[in-house]
């Protein structure tokens, strides 16, 4: 039986999570700042027209990484407790989410078509953070005790591992396809209806807390489309 640590431990995990979550959201804006100083040169008008990709690219970003971080926060809204494999699984998920900005700076100035190889690295960071708290949630399904009494459907293995799949399938679009590009992220909304109807058919009560599907990302809530 996994013994659970102290709840000091578990509010410092939470809060370290937040601040790293934090951080890499700022990191977004650079791009921007540093090109907020032509403005010297050119008017605002221009200076957001000529970095229109690096604005679109941080919008997208952030929500990206907003709703990754929203469906870490539901799954540890439920958490009571935790031990070293919670732990180490959490910090394998901040590593997708501290690695994202860059992979969103490579496709920012990539240009309007850029290499397969970069359509790789964007989605793929998505898809390796929405595995590690796919991990996450199988970990606690495991280990209930990690749990609180009172938490109610947190864990959403299955909408979880559907997320993630659909992520992985939108990667080798994008990657093969140069026409559909991010476009295959759309694949996202389509994991809600599918979690539904598999909860359905196995007699589960579909989760209500936003823990799975792309409202909820229970594997990351990650994309455009609201991760």
Known sequence: MTRPRTE????????????????????????????ASEIEEQSLATVLGDNLSLLMGFIISFVVIGRLWYSHHQVFEGVGGYDGTLLWLTLFWLLGIVFFPFGANVLAH?????????????????LFTSLFLLAIQVHLDRHPELLRTDADDVVDVTGSAIFSASLALAMVIAMTVSLIGLF???LLFVQGPVSTLVARRSGD?????????????????GGPSGT
């Open 184 to 186: 295959s992220l759309l």
């Open 110 to 126: 990539s240009g309007a078509d850029p290499d397969p190889g970069v359509y790789g690295l964007y989605v793929g960071t998505m």
């Open 205 to 221: 009560r579909p989760p209500t807390d936003g823990s799975g599907g792309p409202d909820g990302g229970g594997g990351g809530g």
């Open 8 to 35: 000091r431990g578990l509010d410092r995990l939470i809060a370290f999570t937040d601040a790293a979550v934090a951080i890499a959201l700022t990191l977004l804006i650079l791009p921007l700042v540093d090109a």
